[in-house]
C-alpha cells in the first residue's frame, strides 16, 4: 500500500528545525506540500531573517522526486465545504487554511503530518503517526 504523507505547516518547519518526521518522510511512497502550507511557509520565511537560506532548503526539498506541490482543486472545495459544514454543525471551528490544508489530505487519501490536535474534529482526515 502506497503511504502518502502530507505535510502541515507546522511538520514542514518541526522538520527542518529538529528532524521530527524524518523517519516518515524517508518511507513516504509520495509527501505531498498543500499548496495552502506554502503560502504560509513563505509568508513565515519573509518575516524571518533567513529568507534565502530558507528559500533554498524549500527548493531543494521540491525537487526530491517523490515531492510534490498540491493545487487546490474543484474535489478540494468540494471537500473543504463539507468539512466546514460539520466543524460548524458540532461547534468546533478549526483556522480557514487547516480545513483547507486537511480537504487536500482528506482528497489525496493521505496521512496528515501535523502537531495541530484541532485536526481531530475531523475524524475523516487521517493523521500520520510519527
Not at 24 to 34: F, L
Request: net charge neutral; with cysteine; aromatic share 8%.
Amino acid at each position: 500500500m502506497e503511504l502518502i504523507l502530507v505535510l502541515d505547516t507546522n511538520a514542514y518547519s518541526d522538520w527542518r528545525r529538529s528532524g521530527r518526521w524524518q523517519e516518515k518522510i524517508a518511507i513516504a511512497d509520495r509527501v505531498m506540500i498543500p499548496v495552502i502550507v506554502l503560502g504560509e511557509l513563505l509568508h513565515g520565511f519573509r518575516k524571518g531573517k533567513l529568507l534565502e537560506k530558507n528559500l533554498g532548503k524549500l527548493h531543494s526539498f521540491l525537487k526530491e522526486p517523490q515531492v510534490d506541490v498540491m493545487p487546490v482543486t474543484l474535489r478540494t472545495a468540494e471537500i473543504y465545504s463539507e468539512f466546514l459544514l460539520h466543524l460548524q454543525t458540532q461547534g468546533t471551528p478549526i483556522p480557514t487554511n487547516d480545513i483547507w490544508i486537511a480537504a487536500m489530505a482528506h482528497e489525496c487519501r493521505g496521512e496528515l503530518a501535523t502537531r495541530d490536535s484541532h485536526f481531530s474534529f475531523l475524524p475523516f482526515v487521517m493523521l500520520a503517526k510519527e
